[in-house]
């Protein structure tokens, strides 16, 4: 039974990809049709973003005391990453429900609205980013050849954010209060993971064995942003972030497998 579960829910998720071209053209159109008639589009999230870093960065570089040079490019990449992360797990919790009429209508794959939303939400992430090398040229900071690590850290960070926004897609169809708590959750954890704050300011050592060990989101953040401000990155951040995957996975497609053909009569 638990291996009927678990290869249904894969082969759909391999159809899905076999869609990519499908899930392009969707996620695009997306993008199109919310900037639809706007001189600037989406670089209207990237000016928001760049007000925004300016703003956090002085404000808390003066409150805890950080060295400027070495504090923005750290909450630049921290910020940018972090409102990738939570926007794709917010918008995970809809990604059913917004499709609703393509599901009821058309019988592909449901993974696909997830890919759709993921690339809609990466497309958005690039525009976001340009603002990481403006900030690099101010500081006269440099990229090492270990920048190339983040690519790996970011592939790792998608898959994560797949197997979390299945998850989200089909608990919040069946159970419509979860997005409030969703919502509520990820703004705590926006305070209680290091995105404004340095780690090293953090002076109880116990109480950051939890707060940084514990939390999957700081570590699926530092094997991005370690590599691209020169920072070693912790073996212990790879760990997390590769382990987190293969569970979630396995636990994910057994999910699915049982509950994907309830999905249409939930919305």
């Not at 921290?78 to 429900?97: E, H, K, P, Y």
Request: charged share 10%; aromatic share 14%.
């Amino acid at each position: 039974m638990l291996r009927n579960r678990f290869f249904n829910g894969l082969t759909d998720v391999r159809a899905s990809f076999a869609l990519r071209s499908l899930v392009g053209t969707l996620g695009w159109q997306d993008v199109r049709q919310r900037y639809r008639r706007s001189a600037v589009g989406p670089f209207w999230l990237t000016i928001s973003m760049a007000i925004m870093i300016a703003s956090i960065g002085i404000i808390f570089g003066t409150i805890f005391k950080s060295p400027i040079a070495e504090f923005f490019p750290f909450i630049a990449l921290g910020l940018i990453l972090w409102g990738f992360i939570s926007t794709v797990m917010m918008d995970a919790c809809v990604s059913f429900t917004s499709a609703e009429a393509i599901i009821k209508q058309l019988a592909i794959p449901l993974p696909v609205h997830i890919m759709r939303m993921l690339w809609r939400n990466i497309l958005i992430f690039g525009h976001n980013l340009v603002i990481f090398p403006i900030v690099l040229l101010i500081f006269q900071k440099s990229l090492g050849f270990e920048a190339l690590y983040a690519v790996l850290g970011f592939g790792l960070l998608l898959i994560n954010l797949f197997w979390i926004s299945m998850l989200l897609g089909i608990f919040c169809t069946r159970y419509r209060d979860i997005p409030q708590i969703v919502n509520s959750v990820i703004l705590v954890l926006f305070y209680l993971t290091p995105v404004m704050w340095l780690p090293s300011s953090f002076t109880n050592k116990t109480l950051a064995v939890y707060l940084f060990g514990l939390n999957p989101l700081y570590h699926f953040i530092e094997i991005i942003r370690s590599p691209l401000i020169g920072s070693p990155t912790a073996e212990i951040n790879w760990i997390v972030s590769g382990a987190c995957a293969v569970i979630g996975w396995l636990a994910t497609l057994l999910i699915y497998g049982k509950y994907r053909a309830r999905i249409a009569y939930w919305l």
